[in-house]
């Protein structure tokens, strides 16, 4: 599946988009991917000579892929409602992610309490383990819209 069933089940949109497609799906795990492009807009100055992909960006999509889990899982909340990250734990970056490397993103349910989803989230490049941190999303109401002004 695509940007477009992505893009149904989350509100992120480029340039924070962070997973490409996915890959498979059961109702505790999720297996997406993303390939780093060297016009990424964190790659300017992260850094210019030798670019690799922030720590942050490499959570964000281990969040965006637990994101597009949840979907639809807003018990009494809105049907819209979305999760939103709360906390993130025993984050370990253990190999570099650079421009052109596609890596594959798990984000595994462990427990529900509630509305609070605890997971655990891996990014893989090659195979080899790069990135992994368990975090907790609980659901929520997109904010309101702006009102038009009034003249």
Do not use: N, W
């Amino acid at each position: 599946m695509k940007d477009q069933e992505i893009q149904k089940r989350i509100p992120h949109r480029g340039p924070m988009l962070l997973v490409d497609e996915i890959v498979s799906e059961t109702e505790t795990s999720i297996v997406c991917r993303k390939t780093f492009r060297a016009d990424e807009f964190f790659f300017q100055g992260h850094f210019p000579d030798s670019p690799i992909v922030p720590g942050v960006i490499q959570c964000e999509c281990c969040l965006q892929a637990g994101a597009v889990l949840l979907a639809g899982r807003g018990g009494d909340m809105a049907a819209d409602a979305v999760p939103v990250a709360t906390r993130m734990d025993a984050v370990k970056f253990k190999k570099m992610i650079r421009p052109g490397d596609t890596v594959e993103i798990e984000a595994t349910l462990k427990e529900q309490v509630s509305s609070a989803f605890y997971m655990t989230g891996k990014l893989t490049v090659d195979g080899k383990l790069a990135t992994r941190l368990d975090f907790c999303c609980s659901m929520s109401s997109p904010s309101p819209k702006p009102e038009a002004p009034t003249s």
